[in-house]
């Protein structure tokens, strides 16, 4: 490891026919809401607490809409670590779930003042006042802070108030026959220091003492983070500002054989012994000060494989659902704040078909907010942003809006004025024929269709004719377009040929991609209860529905209009040997 440098610590629906335009804000706290709703106008809305927020926090500012930002890296590993968002009386509750529960390691007295305008972690952090507020930490037992400890390192990110310049931060000395044995990190004049006190061990039974001396001050009001790093194997022991090496002290000489605490020290471990200022994210664990502790994450950079990391955060939205399926993203709309190299990216995917978090369904990146969206259409949909701080892990970006702006298709009409053909001959036995008029959206005049239901009440209908053949023998859409028919007077008959062809499709028609949403149509029918011949002597209910060229059995079936009124004709029966 680079002896200088450790790493760096950041400071702290127009309606048109069938076609509906939804404009959709995703706007934290809009208007007054609280955290847990975003704005959506036509009263649409999104629940923020169904959100998968994965390394996001919402940023909270007075007099300030808030926003998403990359949430800052917490420790992943650790005998103790406090960010107090537990009660006052139990700060030892970690927000980010990871409490590092320790046997040895245990609160015995606390006093501090919760302070919910000023963090490192989290959204609050603890406030000391000299000598009044302390906490004192029970850690003997602990191997740590044992007669041998292995390698360990201390971390306390520290906001120094007006009279912290002369502070005891960390302390943990006992007096034994007059010398005194422990460990004391003080502010002197706004500079760290460390005093280690009879804790290093020689040959013939002496302890040494040694101090690391900080020549760089900590500036009032803002958030430093002060690492020790007690490297108890290489008797080496170092003091990081910010992630910065600013004192050393190393003992290669040969009579120096260890490291330790007095054996059997009760000695409570003192975080706030004497300060005037904030404390946050104190954290004790093995080994160096970790990579991630810092507000956000800097680059990694492998020296033997010649790769760079950085991974970032990500912010990824529950999934949505528009009104209609076969919905096409139009524009999408922003306001973001990036920092000098800083990156913010936006993915998306949709589809028709429900999909859950776990489905392969792939993210489309989002080059443009305008310009090659991506073509899916869609009923369900989602998003994902990408936050990556700058390199140095100083600033990050920050999502203040962001819109989608869509085109929901719509169902059709119900078809208008269907009606029996008055005109029919007579003379056509078992043969019945249908007049409406045409519908108006272009998804059904080019591509789509119209469906005749049958049933023998009114609003139970028992067969449905999908499809009828050519005169090539060949199947078709229902459209409306015979003979003698018209916009207003769209026209189709059935008998008893249609009805065979509708109810008993041969498998393996209609398989031709051109034909592909025809097939779905037949499809629908095969699961339906599609009813006998007609019967002589029995009243039938006919209604009409319409369907959009986007209809099938899958995942569109809200592309087709509501049924028509019915409409009745009763076929005659012939009776004989009436009396």
Known sequence: ??????????????????????????????????????????????????????????????????????????????????????????????????????????????????????????????????????????????????????????????????????????????????????????????????????????????????????????KRKNWEVISLFFDTLNHRY??????????????????????????????????????????????????????????????????????????????????????????????????????KDTMIELYFRASNQKFTEASVLPWTRIRSLTTDLPKHRFKYYQWKIWFRPDPMGKTVPILQALNFDYIEQSPPDVPTLFRLDPNVSKNQTNQICFLWNSNHEKEVQNGGGYIIHYGLVPNRMVGSIFVKKDKDNQYKKIDGNEENSGFRNKRFCVDEDTLVSNIYIPEGQLESPEDRTLADQIDISKKEKRGLLFQPGLTYYFRISAYNRYLNEWDSKDQRSALSAPISFSFPKEVSNLK
């Open 1 to 218: 490891m680079d002896r200088n440098r450790f790493r760096r610590w950041k400071t702290p629906k127009t309606i048109g026919f069938n076609r509906r335009t939804v404009l959709i804000f995703l706007v934290i706290l809009f208007g007054g809401h609280s955290l847990e709703s975003w704005e959506v106008p036509k009263k649409e809305s999104v629940n923020l607490s169904l959100w998968k927020k994965i390394g996001v926090v919402e940023h909270k500012e007075p007099g300030k809409k808030n926003t998403l930002k990359p949430k800052e890296n917490t420790p992943k590993r650790g005998e103790l670590f406090f960010d107090f968002e537990g009660d006052t009386n139990e700060p030892n509750l970690s927000e980010s779930g990871n409490p590092f529960p320790s046997k040895s390691i245990s609160v015995v007295f606390s006093s501090y003042l919760e302070d919910k305008n000023t963090s490192f972690f989290g959204k609050k952090s603890a406030y000391f006042s000299g000598r009044r507020n302390q906490i004192h930490l029970s850690v003997s037992g602990n191997s740590l802070f044992g007669t041998h400890p292995d390698p360990f390192s201390i971390s306390i990110p520290v906001h120094m108030g007006e009279q912290g310049a002369g502070s005891v931060i960390l302390d943990r000395t006992v007096y034994v026959k007059g010398k005194k044995y422990g460990i004391s990190l003080e502010l002197n004049e706004g500079k760290p220091t460390l005093y280690i006190n009879n804790l290093l061990q020689k040959t013939d039974g002496r302890t040494v003492s040694f101090i690391l001396e900080s020549s760089v001050k900590i």
């Open 238 to 339: 170092v003091l990081y500002q910010n992630g910065i090496e600013t004192a050393e002290y190393e003992n290669k000489q040969a009579d120096t054989i260890g490291f330790g605490f007095p054996e059997n020290d009760s000695t409570p471990l003192i975080l706030g012994k004497s300060y005037y200022g904030n404390l946050d994210g104190f954290h004790i664990h093995k080994g160096e000060p970790e990579i991630g502790y810092s507000k956000f994450e800097t680059v990694r950079y492998d020296d033997d494989t010649k790769i760079g990391f950085m991974e970032g955060s990500t912010a990824i939205s529950p999934i949505l659902e528009t009104k209609f399926s076969n919905s096409t993203l139009q524009q999408i709309q922003w306001k973001v704040d990036a920092p």
